[in-house]
């Protein structure tokens, strides 16, 4: 039986919902052009913006692995052990507009039916800042771009209107949304930040400002881990660190907590669902909680730069799950969007033992220990 995983998405349409979202795998004409040759549905390009970008010495992502046996946690054991996350302190796209135009536009024309959502970032403190997010979604729209994601979660930005700065203020995030909304034609997406502690708010307020899909997540804020033996951070550049950004297996419950957050203020709304992707199932949670496409980003990094064998097993493990679900009456995307979204409830809401079961706190065996053995 063959299988239809197209998607309509904010008015796109996708051939399947699986997009490399804004990140290295991202970043330059090739590895799009590869994505697009190993079958991913879309592509969100490496954040675009108009300020000159210089990164930090030395090494910008690094990938925590844990040995299972002894818990020890570190990005500096080499390849051995489970992969637990990404971190990175990497700036947006270091080459500047007039780089992208032309390879945008080269793309579209090699793979028209391919989707290519370009990320733009500028500021909000000035007309002019206001004046770079115009032009930077301009230039993009002319270059055949089918849509824009707004970078308004970038963690690492020590300016204060900029990146997660933006996304933290709902004025401001509305705002920025509703200027490239008047400027351009194209669908916006704008990529919010899990730093905040009700993103429902920032939701709302993008939303508000005429968004046509909410983005999230990015990657956390965090440090990386002190080295017990060196003393120094495992990360470092001559021996100081900052804030970075936490990606891959450890996010895949928090961005999900997050994300099912917004699809329940706003079930009627369009979400692209990321963090911790690997495997079809985990993307099957960001569908059941209610986004209409999913993007990848560290085990893409992970996989030949672009993720080959991971939209290998997104598609075919799409492909069974629907073959084996249409007796039920699943039979594509459109089927299973947002099916659990409503079994996410307060607290209060789940059931509590009853009155045989539940002995008042005296019950026999006490919490996590074992039990006594008679
Ligand atoms: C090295 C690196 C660079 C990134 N650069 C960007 C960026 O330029 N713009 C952006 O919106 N997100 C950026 N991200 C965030 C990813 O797009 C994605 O939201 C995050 O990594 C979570 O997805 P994952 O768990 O699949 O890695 C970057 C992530 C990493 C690891």
Redesign the pocket.
């Given at each position: 039986m063959s299988v239809d995983l197209s998607v309509t998405f904010t008015g796109i349409r996708f051939e399947n919902p699986f997009l490399l979202?804004?990140?290295?795998p991202t970043?330059s004409e090739s590895n799009i052009m590869r994505a697009f040759e190993a079958g991913w549905g879309g592509v969100?390009t490496?954040?675009i913006g108009m300020h000159p970008v210089v990164n930090v010495k030395g090494p910008?992502?690094k990938f925590l692995r844990t040995d299972p046996e002894t818990g020890v946690l570190s990005m500096n054991r080499g390849r051995a052990g489970v992969l637990h996350?990404?971190?990175?302190w990497?700036?947006?796209?270091d080459k500047p507009l007039d780089w992208w135009i032309p390879r945008i536009e080269r793309i579209k024309k090699a793979f028209p039916d391919r989707v290519l959502i370009a990320?733009i970032?500028a500021g909000s403190g000035s007309d002019r800042e206001l004046d770079h997010w115009r032009t930077l979604g301009r230039s993009c729209q002319e270059a055949g771009a089918d849509g824009l994601?707004l970078?308004l979660?970038?963690p690492h930005m020590d300016r204060e209107d900029m990146g997660s700065n933006i996304g933290k203020d709902e004025g401001l995030c509305s705002f920025v949304t509703q200027v490239v909304k008047e400027a351009v034609r194209v669908p916006v997406w704008a990529?919010l930040t899990p730093a905040t502690s009700d993103i429902v708010l920032e939701a709302g307020a993008v939303f508000r400002g005429g968004a046509d899909a909410v983005?999230s997540?990015?990657?956390f804020p965090s440090l990386p881990l002190i080295d017990p033996d060196t003393l120094e951070f495992e990360i470092q550049v001559e021996g100081l660190v900052s804030s970075g950004?936490l990606?891959?297996?450890a996010?895949?419950p928090l961005?999900l907590a997050k994300m099912s957050e917004m699809t329940r203020a706003y079930p009627e709304k369009s979400f692209s669902g990321?963090?911790?992707?690997?495997e079809f199932g985990h993307a099957l949670n960001y569908f059941l909680l209610g986004c209409g496409t999913v993007?990848?980003?560290?085990?893409?990094?992970l996989d030949k730069a672009v993720g080959p064998n991971v939209i290998k097993r997104l598609l075919q493990g799409a492909r069974e799950f629907f073959e084996r679900s249409a007796a039920s009456g699943l039979v594509g995307f459109a089927d299973a969007i947002g099916k659990r979204r409503t079994r996410v409830v307060p607290h209060s809401r789940i059931k509590r033992p009853d009155a045989a079961e539940y002995q008042g706190g005296y019950e026999p065996q006490e919490g996590y220990a074992e039990p006594v053995r008679s």
């Open positions: 979202s804004s990140a290295p970043e969100v490496k954040t910008k992502t996350s990404s971190w990175n990497e700036l947006i796209s990320s970032m994601e970078n979660s970038c990529k983005t997540s990015n990657t950004g990606g891959g297996p996010i895949l961005s990321i963090g911790g992707i690997s993007q990848v980003c560290t085990a893409a990094m």
